[in-house]
Protein backbone atom coordinates (compact mmCIF):
# COMPACT_ATOMS: atom_id res chain seq x y z
CA UNK A 1 0.00 0.00 0.00
CA UNK A 2 1.01 3.61 -0.72
CA UNK A 3 -0.45 6.57 0.80
CA UNK A 4 0.17 10.57 0.00
CA UNK A 5 -0.90 12.37 2.78
CA UNK A 6 -0.45 16.24 1.78
CA UNK A 7 2.67 15.64 0.20
CA UNK A 8 5.00 18.60 -1.34
CA UNK A 9 8.82 18.62 -2.53
CA UNK A 10 10.73 21.36 -3.26
CA UNK A 11 14.34 20.62 -4.53
CA UNK A 12 16.82 23.04 -2.98
CA UNK A 13 17.29 24.91 -6.24
CA UNK A 14 14.12 25.28 -8.45
CA UNK A 15 10.09 26.13 -7.46
CA UNK A 16 8.03 23.20 -6.61
CA UNK A 17 8.03 19.91 -7.70
CA UNK A 18 4.94 18.05 -6.09
CA UNK A 19 2.38 20.48 -4.11
CA UNK A 20 -0.09 18.79 -1.45
CA UNK A 21 -0.23 15.42 -3.82
CA UNK A 22 -2.57 12.98 -1.92
CA UNK A 23 -3.66 9.64 -2.80
CA UNK A 24 -3.92 6.01 -2.05
CA UNK A 25 -2.97 2.94 -3.91
CA UNK A 26 -4.29 -0.25 -1.78
CA UNK A 27 -2.03 -3.59 -2.06
CA UNK A 28 -2.69 -5.61 -5.44
CA UNK A 29 -3.90 -2.48 -7.13
CA UNK A 30 -2.28 -1.25 -10.68
CA UNK A 31 -2.09 2.23 -11.47
CA UNK A 32 -0.40 4.74 -14.15
CA UNK A 33 1.40 8.29 -13.38
CA UNK A 34 0.63 10.67 -16.28
CA UNK A 35 1.21 14.17 -16.49
CA UNK A 36 3.17 16.84 -18.95
CA UNK A 37 7.44 16.73 -18.93
CA UNK A 38 8.18 18.17 -15.55
CA UNK A 39 4.88 17.71 -13.96
CA UNK A 40 6.79 15.49 -11.26
CA UNK A 41 6.39 11.93 -11.83
CA UNK A 42 10.22 10.84 -11.59
CA UNK A 43 10.27 12.82 -8.24
CA UNK A 44 6.89 11.04 -7.04
CA UNK A 45 8.35 7.60 -7.66
CA UNK A 46 11.49 8.86 -5.93
CA UNK A 47 10.07 9.41 -2.87
CA UNK A 48 8.34 6.53 -2.74
CA UNK A 49 12.06 4.66 -2.62
CA UNK A 50 13.50 7.60 -0.55
CA UNK A 51 15.61 8.80 -3.23
CA UNK A 52 14.40 11.96 -1.97
CA UNK A 53 12.71 12.84 1.17
CA UNK A 54 8.98 14.86 1.15
CA UNK A 55 9.21 18.61 1.89
CA UNK A 56 6.27 18.80 3.54
CA UNK A 57 3.27 15.72 4.35
CA UNK A 58 3.68 12.36 5.20
CA UNK A 59 4.74 9.14 2.60
CA UNK A 60 3.51 5.58 3.52
CA UNK A 61 4.79 2.56 2.21
CA UNK A 62 3.32 -0.73 3.36
CA UNK A 63 2.70 1.42 6.62
CA UNK A 64 5.83 2.74 7.08
CA UNK A 65 5.94 6.44 7.61
CA UNK A 66 9.20 7.31 5.43
CA UNK A 67 9.59 10.66 7.16
CA UNK A 68 10.65 8.46 9.68
CA UNK A 69 12.55 6.10 8.14
CA UNK A 70 16.98 6.93 8.85
CA UNK A 71 19.19 6.49 6.84
CA UNK A 72 20.34 3.09 7.63
CA UNK A 73 16.89 1.46 7.34
CA UNK A 74 16.76 2.68 3.72
CA UNK A 75 18.03 -0.08 2.13
CA UNK A 76 15.90 -2.55 3.74
CA UNK A 77 12.63 -0.28 2.36
CA UNK A 78 14.34 -0.64 -1.11
CA UNK A 79 15.19 -4.42 -0.65
CA UNK A 80 10.88 -4.68 -0.71
CA UNK A 81 10.41 -2.70 -4.29
CA UNK A 82 11.36 -3.24 -7.75
CA UNK A 83 12.06 -0.59 -9.74
CA UNK A 84 12.91 -0.03 -13.32
CA UNK A 85 14.23 3.42 -13.93
CA UNK A 86 15.62 4.95 -16.97
CA UNK A 87 18.47 6.18 -15.63
CA UNK A 88 19.81 3.10 -13.89
CA UNK A 89 19.79 0.52 -16.47
CA UNK A 90 21.96 -2.81 -16.74
CA UNK A 91 25.68 -2.80 -15.36
CA UNK A 92 27.24 -3.16 -18.75
CA UNK A 93 30.48 -5.15 -17.27
CA UNK A 94 28.32 -8.09 -16.26
CA UNK A 95 26.51 -10.60 -17.92
CA UNK A 96 22.76 -10.85 -17.97
CA UNK A 97 22.73 -13.26 -14.94
CA UNK A 98 25.16 -11.16 -12.68
CA UNK A 99 22.60 -8.18 -13.12
CA UNK A 100 19.39 -10.16 -12.57
CA UNK A 101 21.21 -11.59 -9.76
CA UNK A 102 22.76 -8.38 -7.68
CA UNK A 103 19.82 -7.80 -5.38
CA UNK A 104 19.45 -11.55 -4.59
CA UNK A 105 23.50 -10.89 -3.88
CA UNK A 106 22.60 -8.29 -1.87
CA UNK A 107 19.58 -9.42 0.10
CA UNK A 108 22.20 -12.65 1.22
CA UNK A 109 21.00 -15.60 -0.61
CA UNK A 110 22.63 -18.75 -1.24
CA UNK A 111 24.15 -19.29 -4.80
CA UNK A 112 21.84 -21.88 -5.47
CA UNK A 113 18.63 -20.45 -4.46
CA UNK A 114 20.16 -17.41 -6.72
CA UNK A 115 20.51 -19.44 -9.93
CA UNK A 116 16.69 -20.79 -9.42
CA UNK A 117 15.41 -17.29 -8.83
CA UNK A 118 17.31 -15.75 -11.31
CA UNK A 119 16.39 -18.51 -14.52
CA UNK A 120 12.59 -18.17 -12.97
CA UNK A 121 12.87 -14.31 -13.70
CA UNK A 122 14.59 -14.81 -17.12
CA UNK A 123 11.98 -17.07 -17.94
CA UNK A 124 8.97 -14.41 -16.86
CA UNK A 125 10.29 -11.98 -19.20
CA UNK A 126 11.26 -14.69 -22.22
CA UNK A 127 15.04 -14.48 -21.95
CA UNK A 128 16.41 -17.90 -20.74
CA UNK A 129 18.71 -18.04 -23.67
CA UNK A 130 20.42 -14.65 -22.99
CA UNK A 131 22.02 -15.13 -19.43
CA UNK A 132 25.53 -15.40 -20.56
CA UNK A 133 25.26 -12.41 -22.79
CA UNK A 134 26.63 -9.17 -21.45
CA UNK A 135 23.80 -6.27 -21.98
CA UNK A 136 25.47 -4.47 -24.91
CA UNK A 137 24.86 -7.30 -27.11
CA UNK A 138 20.68 -7.04 -26.01
CA UNK A 139 18.38 -5.11 -28.38
CA UNK A 140 16.39 -2.28 -26.29
CA UNK A 141 13.42 -3.64 -25.51
CA UNK A 142 15.80 -7.15 -24.00
CA UNK A 143 17.64 -4.88 -22.03
CA UNK A 144 14.13 -3.42 -20.87
CA UNK A 145 13.54 -6.79 -19.85
CA UNK A 146 16.50 -7.57 -18.20
CA UNK A 147 15.95 -4.65 -16.32
CA UNK A 148 12.37 -5.87 -15.30
CA UNK A 149 13.85 -9.62 -14.25
CA UNK A 150 16.08 -7.44 -11.98
CA UNK A 151 13.17 -5.50 -10.19
CA UNK A 152 10.44 -8.53 -9.56
CA UNK A 153 13.84 -11.40 -9.22
CA UNK A 154 13.25 -10.41 -5.24
CA UNK A 155 9.34 -11.14 -5.31
CA UNK A 156 8.95 -7.36 -4.20
CA UNK A 157 5.20 -6.57 -3.00
CA UNK A 158 5.77 -3.55 -4.82
CA UNK A 159 6.63 -2.18 -8.58
CA UNK A 160 7.69 1.00 -9.62
CA UNK A 161 8.78 1.91 -13.16
CA UNK A 162 8.92 5.26 -14.84
CA UNK A 163 8.79 5.50 -18.32
CA UNK A 164 9.40 1.70 -19.14
CA UNK A 165 8.24 2.09 -22.59
CA UNK A 166 10.18 5.21 -23.04
CA UNK A 167 12.20 4.51 -26.67
CA UNK A 168 10.32 1.35 -27.90
CA UNK A 169 7.99 0.99 -30.59
CA UNK A 170 4.42 0.19 -30.01
CA UNK A 171 4.30 -3.29 -30.55
CA UNK A 172 7.34 -3.66 -28.01
CA UNK A 173 6.06 -1.05 -25.41
CA UNK A 174 2.26 -3.38 -25.38
CA UNK A 175 4.07 -6.44 -24.57
CA UNK A 176 6.77 -5.04 -21.78
CA UNK A 177 2.78 -3.63 -20.10
CA UNK A 178 1.55 -7.14 -20.22
CA UNK A 179 4.72 -8.08 -18.35
CA UNK A 180 3.65 -5.84 -15.32
CA UNK A 181 0.01 -6.89 -15.51
CA UNK A 182 0.90 -10.20 -15.61
CA UNK A 183 2.86 -9.21 -12.31
CA UNK A 184 -0.04 -7.49 -10.86
CA UNK A 185 -2.13 -10.65 -11.82
CA UNK A 186 0.03 -12.35 -9.06
CA UNK A 187 0.08 -9.76 -6.73
CA UNK A 188 2.46 -7.15 -7.17
CA UNK A 189 1.49 -3.65 -6.88
CA UNK A 190 2.31 -1.75 -9.53
CA UNK A 191 2.54 2.02 -10.35
CA UNK A 192 4.02 3.01 -13.71
CA UNK A 193 4.88 6.64 -15.06
CA UNK A 194 4.60 6.84 -18.20
CA UNK A 195 3.19 9.54 -21.08
CA UNK A 196 2.37 7.14 -23.42
CA UNK A 197 -1.28 8.00 -23.52
CA UNK A 198 -2.53 5.73 -26.20
CA UNK A 199 -0.80 2.66 -24.87
CA UNK A 200 -2.21 3.61 -20.83
CA UNK A 201 -5.70 4.24 -22.31
CA UNK A 202 -5.71 0.62 -23.82
CA UNK A 203 -4.68 -0.91 -20.57
CA UNK A 204 -7.54 0.27 -19.00
CA UNK A 205 -6.51 0.77 -15.20
CA UNK A 206 -6.70 3.56 -12.69
CA UNK A 207 -5.07 6.81 -13.57
CA UNK A 208 -3.23 9.49 -11.82
CA UNK A 209 -2.54 12.64 -13.70
CA UNK A 210 -0.48 15.15 -11.98
CA UNK A 211 0.05 19.24 -13.69
CA UNK A 212 2.43 21.15 -12.44
CA UNK A 213 3.02 19.12 -9.24
CA UNK A 214 -0.38 19.20 -8.41
CA UNK A 215 -2.86 15.99 -8.47
CA UNK A 216 -5.41 16.74 -11.21
CA UNK A 217 -7.24 13.85 -11.77
CA UNK A 218 -7.69 10.58 -9.94
CA UNK A 219 -9.57 8.51 -13.03
CA UNK A 220 -10.41 5.10 -12.02
CA UNK A 221 -10.22 2.28 -14.12
CA UNK A 222 -13.73 1.14 -16.06
CA UNK A 223 -14.83 -2.14 -15.40
CA UNK A 224 -16.54 -2.41 -19.36
CA UNK A 225 -13.53 -3.04 -21.09
CA UNK A 226 -13.46 -1.75 -24.44
CA UNK A 227 -15.38 1.45 -23.77
CA UNK A 228 -13.90 5.07 -25.00
CA UNK A 229 -12.77 6.63 -21.99
CA UNK A 230 -13.47 10.05 -23.02
CA UNK A 231 -10.86 10.88 -25.42
CA UNK B 1 25.87 -6.83 9.59
CA UNK B 2 23.61 -4.82 8.62
CA UNK B 3 23.38 -6.55 5.56
CA UNK B 4 21.25 -8.87 7.15
CA UNK B 5 18.31 -6.63 7.84
CA UNK B 6 15.55 -7.60 6.58
CA UNK B 7 11.99 -5.69 7.24
CA UNK B 8 9.55 -8.01 9.11
CA UNK B 9 6.75 -6.38 7.13
CA UNK B 10 8.23 -7.47 4.34
CA UNK B 11 7.08 -11.01 2.48
CA UNK B 12 8.48 -13.74 2.45
CA UNK B 13 11.69 -12.95 0.61
CA UNK B 14 13.98 -12.63 3.22
CA UNK B 15 12.46 -12.65 6.61
CA UNK B 16 11.51 -16.35 5.75
CA UNK B 17 15.12 -17.63 5.57
CA UNK B 18 17.06 -19.25 8.54
CA UNK B 19 19.79 -16.95 10.03
CA UNK B 20 22.09 -20.00 9.79
CA UNK B 21 21.56 -19.59 5.89
CA UNK B 22 21.63 -15.51 5.96
CA UNK B 23 25.24 -16.37 8.18
CA UNK B 24 26.44 -18.87 5.84
CA UNK B 25 25.46 -16.59 2.20
CA UNK B 26 27.13 -13.53 4.12
CA UNK B 27 30.82 -15.73 4.25
CA UNK B 28 29.89 -17.00 0.53
CA UNK B 29 29.68 -12.97 0.13
CA UNK B 30 32.57 -12.00 1.47
CA UNK B 31 34.81 -14.88 0.11
CA UNK B 32 33.31 -13.63 -3.62
CA UNK B 33 34.16 -10.34 -3.07
CA UNK B 34 37.87 -10.99 -2.07
CA UNK B 35 38.57 -13.61 -4.80
CA UNK B 36 36.84 -11.08 -7.50
CA UNK B 37 38.88 -8.01 -6.32
CA UNK B 38 41.97 -9.97 -6.37
CA UNK B 39 41.12 -11.12 -10.03
CA UNK B 40 40.00 -7.60 -11.29
CA UNK B 41 43.41 -6.15 -9.96
CA UNK B 42 45.23 -9.11 -11.27
CA UNK B 43 43.35 -8.40 -14.80
CA UNK B 44 45.27 -5.19 -14.58
CA UNK B 45 47.86 -6.64 -13.33
CA UNK B 46 50.64 -3.69 -15.01
CA UNK B 47 48.97 -0.67 -13.07
CA UNK B 48 48.67 -2.77 -9.90
CA UNK B 49 52.23 -3.80 -10.04
CA UNK B 50 53.09 -0.02 -10.15
CA UNK B 51 50.72 0.69 -7.30
CA UNK B 52 52.58 -2.60 -5.58
CA UNK B 53 55.81 -1.16 -5.81
CA UNK B 54 55.10 2.20 -4.79
CA UNK B 55 53.87 0.73 -1.39
CA UNK B 56 56.43 -2.04 -1.68
CA UNK B 57 59.33 1.37 -1.86
CA UNK B 58 57.62 2.80 1.16
CA UNK B 59 57.45 -0.08 3.07
CA UNK B 60 60.63 -1.20 2.43
CA UNK B 61 62.87 1.78 3.76
CA UNK B 62 62.04 1.95 7.06
CA UNK B 63 62.09 -2.07 6.87
CA UNK B 64 65.67 -2.10 5.76
CA UNK B 65 66.77 0.81 8.16
CA UNK B 66 65.37 -1.47 11.08
CA UNK B 67 67.60 -3.98 10.24
CA UNK B 68 70.51 -2.20 9.75
CA UNK B 69 69.84 -1.18 13.13
CA UNK B 70 68.77 -4.68 14.54
CA UNK B 71 72.04 -5.87 13.04
CA UNK B 72 74.10 -2.97 14.54
CA UNK B 73 73.09 -3.39 18.15
CA UNK B 74 73.62 -7.02 17.66
CA UNK B 75 76.94 -6.01 16.59
CA UNK B 76 77.69 -4.05 19.74
CA UNK B 77 76.41 -6.31 21.88
CA UNK B 78 78.52 -9.08 20.63
CA UNK B 79 81.95 -7.32 20.27
CA UNK B 80 84.56 -9.46 20.76
CA UNK B 81 87.38 -7.05 21.07
CA UNK B 82 86.30 -7.39 24.75
CA UNK B 83 86.46 -3.88 27.20
CA UNK B 84 89.17 -4.04 29.31
CA UNK B 85 89.79 -1.76 31.88
CA UNK B 86 93.46 -0.72 32.86
CA UNK B 87 93.61 -0.07 36.67
CA UNK B 88 96.99 1.84 37.52
CA UNK B 89 98.10 1.47 41.38
CA UNK B 90 99.25 4.17 43.30
CA UNK B 91 103.89 4.42 43.26
CA UNK B 92 103.25 3.67 47.03
CA UNK B 93 101.71 0.25 46.65
CA UNK B 94 103.85 -2.13 46.93
CA UNK B 95 103.84 -5.42 45.03
CA UNK B 96 102.84 -7.43 47.77
CA UNK B 97 99.49 -4.92 48.55
CA UNK B 98 98.87 -4.75 44.56
CA UNK B 99 98.57 -8.50 44.58
CA UNK B 100 96.65 -8.40 47.91
CA UNK B 101 94.45 -5.84 46.22
CA UNK B 102 94.37 -7.55 43.01
CA UNK B 103 92.91 -10.44 44.81
CA UNK B 104 90.59 -8.73 46.74
CA UNK B 105 88.96 -7.21 43.83
CA UNK B 106 88.74 -10.93 42.49
CA UNK B 107 87.16 -12.04 45.07
CA UNK B 108 84.36 -9.52 44.29
CA UNK B 109 81.63 -11.82 42.50
CA UNK B 110 79.89 -10.43 39.81
CA UNK B 111 81.43 -7.33 38.08
CA UNK B 112 84.92 -8.99 36.92
CA UNK B 113 84.83 -11.86 34.90
CA UNK B 114 89.13 -12.02 34.94
CA UNK B 115 91.85 -10.43 36.03
CA UNK B 116 95.82 -9.90 35.94
CA UNK B 117 98.15 -8.14 37.92
CA UNK B 118 101.17 -6.79 36.15
CA UNK B 119 104.02 -5.73 38.40
CA UNK B 120 106.10 -2.57 37.98
CA UNK B 121 108.73 -4.86 36.90
CA UNK B 122 106.93 -7.36 34.47
CA UNK B 123 105.17 -4.00 32.68
CA UNK B 124 108.98 -2.70 32.09
CA UNK B 125 110.09 -6.15 30.94
CA UNK B 126 106.76 -6.25 28.66
CA UNK B 127 107.82 -2.31 27.31
CA UNK B 128 111.33 -3.05 27.25
CA UNK B 129 110.53 -5.95 24.86
CA UNK B 130 107.60 -4.36 22.93
CA UNK B 131 109.43 -0.81 22.24
CA UNK B 132 112.47 -1.36 21.32
CA UNK B 133 113.38 1.29 23.86
CA UNK B 134 115.08 -1.01 26.48
CA UNK B 135 118.45 0.53 25.96
CA UNK B 136 117.65 3.59 27.09
CA UNK B 137 115.15 2.22 30.42
CA UNK B 138 118.15 0.94 31.20
CA UNK B 139 120.05 4.45 31.54
CA UNK B 140 117.07 4.84 34.10
CA UNK B 141 117.90 4.46 38.12
CA UNK B 142 114.52 3.32 38.96
CA UNK B 143 111.64 2.22 37.01
CA UNK B 144 109.11 4.60 35.93
CA UNK B 145 106.17 2.17 35.16
CA UNK B 146 103.24 1.80 37.67
CA UNK B 147 101.38 -1.65 38.55
CA UNK B 148 98.93 -2.46 36.44
CA UNK B 149 95.43 -4.36 36.83
CA UNK B 150 93.79 -5.71 33.85
CA UNK B 151 90.26 -6.31 34.76
CA UNK B 152 87.82 -8.02 32.10
CA UNK B 153 84.27 -6.94 33.30
CA UNK B 154 81.76 -9.30 33.40
CA UNK B 155 78.77 -6.45 31.53
CA UNK B 156 79.71 -4.59 28.35
CA UNK B 157 76.90 -2.23 28.98
CA UNK B 158 77.67 1.08 29.02
CA UNK B 159 75.62 2.38 32.42
CA UNK B 160 76.92 -0.57 34.36
CA UNK B 161 80.80 -0.35 33.20
CA UNK B 162 80.80 3.49 34.43
CA UNK B 163 79.74 2.36 37.64
CA UNK B 164 82.28 -0.30 38.06
CA UNK B 165 84.60 2.37 36.67
CA UNK B 166 83.77 4.82 39.14
CA UNK B 167 83.65 2.01 42.46
CA UNK B 168 87.41 1.22 41.28
CA UNK B 169 88.56 5.37 41.43
CA UNK B 170 87.37 5.72 44.87
CA UNK B 171 89.42 2.96 45.97
CA UNK B 172 93.00 4.45 47.80
CA UNK B 173 95.34 1.88 46.43
CA UNK B 174 94.05 3.30 42.52
CA UNK B 175 96.27 6.16 40.98
CA UNK B 176 93.85 6.18 38.08
CA UNK B 177 91.63 3.53 35.73
CA UNK B 178 91.40 4.35 32.15
CA UNK B 179 89.24 2.88 29.73
CA UNK B 180 87.67 4.23 26.39
CA UNK B 181 83.84 4.12 27.44
CA UNK B 182 83.27 7.05 25.10
CA UNK B 183 83.05 5.32 21.84
CA UNK B 184 80.63 3.04 23.30
CA UNK B 185 78.59 5.74 24.82
CA UNK B 186 78.55 7.51 21.50
CA UNK B 187 77.51 4.48 19.69
CA UNK B 188 74.56 3.60 22.42
CA UNK B 189 73.47 7.30 21.58
CA UNK B 190 73.57 6.97 17.74
CA UNK B 191 71.48 4.11 18.25
CA UNK B 192 68.91 5.17 20.16
CA UNK B 193 68.94 7.95 18.05
CA UNK B 194 68.22 6.18 15.02
CA UNK B 195 66.05 4.52 16.28
CA UNK B 196 63.50 6.90 16.98
CA UNK B 197 64.40 8.38 12.80
CA UNK B 198 63.33 5.07 12.12
CA UNK B 199 59.96 5.25 13.99
CA UNK B 200 60.08 8.59 12.47
CA UNK B 201 60.56 7.67 8.67
CA UNK B 202 58.07 4.39 9.11
CA UNK B 203 55.55 6.94 10.60
CA UNK B 204 55.71 9.05 7.73
CA UNK B 205 55.71 6.52 5.30
CA UNK B 206 52.86 4.67 6.09
CA UNK B 207 50.41 8.16 6.19
CA UNK B 208 52.34 8.04 2.45
CA UNK B 209 50.71 3.89 1.90
CA UNK B 210 47.76 5.52 3.28
CA UNK B 211 47.48 8.42 0.97
CA UNK B 212 48.81 6.31 -1.91
CA UNK B 213 45.68 3.66 -1.00
CA UNK B 214 43.48 5.97 -0.05
CA UNK B 215 43.61 7.67 -3.60
CA UNK B 216 43.71 4.28 -5.37
CA UNK B 217 40.55 3.66 -3.90
CA UNK B 218 39.27 6.83 -4.41
CA UNK B 219 39.74 6.32 -8.21
CA UNK B 220 38.27 3.52 -8.34
CA UNK B 221 34.55 4.51 -6.51
CA UNK B 222 34.78 6.75 -9.13
CA UNK B 223 35.03 4.10 -12.06
CA UNK B 224 32.49 2.48 -10.37
CA UNK B 225 29.85 5.11 -9.55
CA UNK B 226 27.13 3.83 -11.62
CA UNK B 227 27.07 -0.02 -10.15
CA UNK B 228 27.77 1.68 -6.56
CA UNK B 229 24.30 3.78 -7.52
CA UNK B 230 22.22 1.00 -8.65
CA UNK B 231 23.18 -1.31 -5.60
CA UNK B 232 21.82 1.54 -3.54
CA UNK B 233 18.77 1.35 -5.70
CA UNK B 234 18.41 -2.15 -5.00
CA UNK B 235 18.65 -1.82 -1.33
CA UNK B 236 22.98 -2.60 -0.78
CA UNK B 237 23.56 -1.46 2.78
CA UNK B 238 26.25 0.74 3.37
CA UNK B 239 28.41 -2.20 4.59
CA UNK B 240 27.79 -4.09 1.69
CA UNK B 241 28.45 -0.96 -1.35
CA UNK B 242 31.54 -0.83 1.35
CA UNK B 243 33.14 -4.39 0.98
CA UNK B 244 34.55 -4.40 -2.27
CA UNK B 245 36.56 -1.30 -1.43
CA UNK B 246 37.67 -2.63 1.71
CA UNK B 247 39.13 -5.67 0.13
CA UNK B 248 40.46 -4.03 -2.51
CA UNK B 249 42.50 -2.00 -0.40
CA UNK B 250 43.75 -5.16 1.51
CA UNK B 251 45.22 -6.57 -1.67
CA UNK B 252 47.28 -3.35 -2.39
CA UNK B 253 48.33 -3.20 0.86
CA UNK B 254 49.29 -7.00 1.20
CA UNK B 255 50.54 -6.65 -2.99
CA UNK B 256 52.43 -3.42 -1.42
CA UNK B 257 53.80 -5.39 1.47
CA UNK B 258 54.87 -8.19 -0.58
CA UNK B 259 56.93 -6.47 -2.84
CA UNK B 260 58.47 -4.73 0.21
CA UNK B 261 59.58 -8.17 1.59
CA UNK B 262 60.88 -8.80 -1.88
CA UNK B 263 62.82 -5.50 -1.86
CA UNK B 264 64.04 -6.24 2.08
CA UNK B 265 65.46 -9.48 0.60
CA UNK B 266 67.23 -8.08 -2.57
CA UNK B 267 69.09 -5.33 -1.01
CA UNK B 268 70.05 -8.08 1.96
CA UNK B 269 71.95 -9.89 -1.03
CA UNK B 270 73.59 -6.92 -2.16
CA UNK B 271 74.57 -5.33 0.86
CA UNK B 272 75.50 -8.73 3.07
CA UNK B 273 78.36 -9.94 1.17
CA UNK B 274 80.37 -6.62 1.46
CA UNK B 275 79.38 -5.84 5.29
CA UNK B 276 80.48 -9.66 6.53
CA UNK B 277 83.60 -8.64 4.30
CA UNK B 278 84.17 -5.58 6.16
CA UNK B 279 83.31 -6.88 10.11
CA UNK B 280 85.43 -10.12 9.14
CA UNK B 281 88.41 -7.77 9.73
CA UNK B 282 87.31 -6.48 13.04
CA UNK B 283 86.19 -9.25 14.75
CA UNK B 284 85.18 -13.12 13.89
CA UNK B 285 82.11 -14.20 11.79
CA UNK B 286 79.67 -11.47 11.64
CA UNK B 287 76.12 -12.64 9.97
CA UNK B 288 74.17 -10.18 8.53
CA UNK B 289 70.87 -11.25 9.90
CA UNK B 290 67.32 -11.03 7.86
CA UNK B 291 64.05 -10.62 8.29
CA UNK B 292 62.86 -13.06 10.56
CA UNK B 293 59.55 -15.14 10.13
CA UNK B 294 57.73 -12.88 13.21
CA UNK B 295 59.23 -9.72 11.42
CA UNK B 296 57.89 -11.33 8.27
CA UNK B 297 54.60 -12.11 9.01
CA UNK B 298 54.55 -8.41 10.76
CA UNK B 299 55.65 -6.56 7.38
CA UNK B 300 52.63 -8.36 5.74
CA UNK B 301 50.01 -7.45 8.52
CA UNK B 302 51.63 -4.09 8.87
CA UNK B 303 50.51 -3.26 4.67
CA UNK B 304 46.95 -5.54 4.76
CA UNK B 305 46.19 -3.18 7.73
CA UNK B 306 47.52 -0.14 6.17
CA UNK B 307 45.35 -1.11 2.56
CA UNK B 308 41.89 -1.69 5.00
CA UNK B 309 42.61 1.87 7.16
CA UNK B 310 43.54 3.59 3.51
CA UNK B 311 40.36 2.08 1.97
CA UNK B 312 38.27 2.64 5.00
CA UNK B 313 38.94 6.58 4.81
CA UNK B 314 38.48 7.24 1.75
CA UNK B 315 35.25 5.02 1.08
CA UNK B 316 33.80 7.04 4.12
CA UNK B 317 34.71 10.36 2.52
CA UNK B 318 33.57 9.45 -1.10
CA UNK B 319 30.93 6.64 -1.23
CA UNK B 320 27.87 8.07 1.31
CA UNK B 321 28.16 11.07 -1.40
CA UNK B 322 27.24 8.65 -4.48
CA UNK B 323 23.42 8.57 -4.36
CA UNK B 324 21.02 7.19 -6.79
CA UNK B 325 19.32 9.95 -8.49
N1 LIG C 1 17.29 17.06 -8.65
C1 LIG C 1 16.52 18.11 -8.99
N2 LIG C 1 16.88 19.35 -8.59
C2 LIG C 1 16.11 20.41 -8.90
N3 LIG C 1 14.97 20.33 -9.57
C3 LIG C 1 14.57 19.13 -10.00
C4 LIG C 1 15.32 17.96 -9.72
N4 LIG C 1 14.68 16.90 -10.25
C5 LIG C 1 13.57 17.40 -10.84
N5 LIG C 1 13.50 18.73 -10.70
C6 LIG C 1 12.41 19.58 -11.16
O1 LIG C 1 11.22 19.12 -10.60
C7 LIG C 1 10.17 19.17 -11.55
C8 LIG C 1 9.57 17.80 -11.72
O2 LIG C 1 10.54 16.92 -12.28
P1 LIG C 1 10.27 15.40 -12.59
O3 LIG C 1 11.54 14.81 -13.03
O4 LIG C 1 9.61 14.81 -11.42
O5 LIG C 1 9.26 15.50 -13.80
P2 LIG C 1 8.66 14.32 -14.71
O6 LIG C 1 7.20 14.42 -14.59
O7 LIG C 1 9.31 13.04 -14.35
O8 LIG C 1 9.12 14.79 -16.16
P3 LIG C 1 9.54 13.87 -17.39
O9 LIG C 1 8.28 13.36 -18.01
O10 LIG C 1 10.22 14.83 -18.31
O11 LIG C 1 10.43 12.82 -16.88
C9 LIG C 1 10.78 19.72 -12.82
O12 LIG C 1 10.51 21.10 -12.88
C10 LIG C 1 12.24 19.49 -12.65
O13 LIG C 1 12.96 20.53 -13.31
MG1 LIG D 1 10.59 11.72 -15.30
Do not use: C
Given at each position: MIRFDQVSKRYAEGREALSRVNFEIPDGDMAFLTGHSGAGKSTLLKL????????????????????????????????????????????????????????LTIAGYQPREVGRRVRAALAKVSLSNKEKQFPIALSGGEQQRVGIARAVVNKPSLLLADEPTGNLDPGLSEEIMNLFVQFNQVGVTVLIASHDLGLISQMNRRQLLLHEGRLVEDRPAILTVGSDDGQ | MTDNNSRSTSGASVSARSLRDRWFAYLANHHWVARESLRGLLQVWLASAMTWLVIGI??????????????????????????????????????????????????????????????????????????????????LDRNPLPAVIVIEPTSRQAAQLQLLIAKLESKPEVESVSFDLVWLERLFAILSLAERFVIALGGFLSLGVLLVIGNTIRLAIENRRAEIEVVKLVGGTDSFVRRPFLYLGFWYGLGGA????VLVGLSLIFLATPVEMLLASYQGDFVVSGLGFNESLLLLASGGGLGILGATLAVGRHLRRIEPS
Open positions: IIVMERASQGQVFVQGTNLNRVSRRQIPAIRRDIGVVFQNHQLLFDRTVYDNVALP | ALALPTILYLILSNASNLSGDWNGKPRISVYLQSTVSVAEGQAFAQQLGSQAGDVSSLEYISPAAALAEFTERSGFGDVLQTLSAW
